[in-house]
C-alpha cells in the first residue's frame, strides 16, 4: 500500500488489524536549532525502520532531515537515525534523465 500523497495520521493499525510491520514515525527537520517536539509524526507501514523513516520524509515532500525516530507498535525495536538524505522521487527522475544524456554522450 503506497503511502504517498496522504497524510501519515490517516495511517494507522485499526482495531483488530495486528500490528506488525506498523511504524510510530516522528521527525525532525534540519536547521530548526534546538526544538524538542519533532514536527511530523504518524503512523506508517512498512518492512523496515528505516524504510518507514524513507516513505515518511517522501510523504512530507523532505529531501533531509536532522532526527528521526521509527518504533515498531509490536516494541520489537525503537530505531533513531541522524541527518538522513533522501532523494525525492521527481529529483531521482532528473538526475536519471541527466546521468542518462551523460551515458550516451560518451564515446565508449
Do not use: H
Amino acid at each position: 500500500m503506497s503511502n504517498y500523497g496522504q497524510p501519515l495520521q490517516d495511517y494507522g493499525p485499526w482495531e483488530g488489524v495486528p500490528v506488525s510491520g506498523w511504524f510510530d514515525v516522528a521527525i525532525w527537520p534540519a536547521g530548526l536549532g534546538e526544538n524538542r517536539m519533532p514536527l511530523y509524526a504518524g503512523y506508517i507501514k512498512a518492512a523496515t525502520a528505516f524504510q518507514a523513516i524513507e516513505d515518511a520524509m517522501r510523504n512530507y515532500g523532505l529531501c533531509r532531515i536532522a532526527y528521526a525516530c521509527a518504533r515498531a507498535l509490536d516494541r520489537s525495536i525503537c530505531y533513531r537515525a541522524f541527518r538522513v538524505f533522501v532523494t525525492l522521487d521527481a529529483v531521482q527522475d532528473d538526475w536519471d534523465q541527466e546521468f542518462d544524456t551523460l551515458l550516451r554522450s560518451v564515446d565508449w
